[in-house]
């Protein structure tokens, strides 16, 4: 069983090769294979894995229209509800914005279906320098009205000739090689100035930078200006309170509980002089002149002067009574 499927898958693998080589073999000395060489250089196309003379998809050639245009980024590309699984979407989009493509009228672009050669020709000469063409073209074949026009621009300008029947047919699907020759000529009549170059959107404006949240850098606020407020204490959870001006106040003693009421101004009291010059640095007071003492006597100096105590003279002596 198992020798079965390595010679089946061996099998696989050699189809798949003699299918690329004849892929190859068929691009070398292909009357296209100028243009098909040019689009593999620039990654459109594989070598080896596609037929040159297969019909090219709507994504396919909106992916060489997109390459030869440089792959513009724009800010207002159309999306289609059916391109969002693409891979290509953004070419798609892209080049339906620049070359004015509005899809079908269900709002779809149906990027895997063939193109026809009318189609292509239709994307490219209606975007071209020159004028409407009313002149009746010479192919043999009748010419779809709605792409009439766009098919006049584009052989006025060399950008198809037909077929050597003479015919063009327009409702034909395009092959690979055909579009690659078309779109890629296309290119070079632009860069020649034959026709101008489609107008291009200006890219999508770039959103100022925002920083990281998981960077971990925090971004600097600046210091709001100096004012004269209440800042809380980070420490005490108590808010501080700004020093007020000097005033003549009484401000409360902390340690007390009771307000410390400052000394008044000295006032001009009258010196008198230490009578004993002991430098006792209080003031002396004299003497209080005389005056009745507390026993309301009269204070008397003492006749001799010894003592220092005043003398209280003697009642008057009373007689003795008669006798009886």
Known sequence: MRKRFLAIVLAMLMLFASFGAAFAAVVGGHWAESALRHFENAGVLTSG??????????????????SELGNPAISNQIFFSDTASSSHS?????VASILGLAGYPDGTFRPQNPITRGEVATMLGNKNSLTQVNSTLSFKDTIPAWCLNGVSKAFKVGLIVGYPDGTFRAAQSIT???AATIISKWRLLINQGVINAPLIPDPPAQLPSIPN??????????????????????????????????????????????????????????????PDNNNSGTPSIPAPPASYSSSNLMVIPEPDGNSGVPAIPAPPAIPNPPTV
């Open 49 to 66: 894995s596609y037929d040159p003379d297969a019909p090219a998809t709507r994504e396919l050639v909106a992916i060489m229209i997109d």
């Open 90 to 94: 953004i070419q798609i989009g892209v």
């Open 176 to 178: 690979i090689a055909e």
């Open 213 to 274: 949240p998981n960077s971990g850098t925090i971004p600097s606020i600046p210091n709001p200006p100096a004012q004269n407020v209440s800042i809380p204490d980070p420490d005490s959870g108590v808010p501080s309170i700004p020093t007020p001006p000097a005033q003549n106040v009484s401000i409360p003693d902390p340690y007390s509980g009771a307000p410390v009421i400052p000394a008044p101004p000295a006032q001009n009291f009258y010196s008198i002089p230490d």
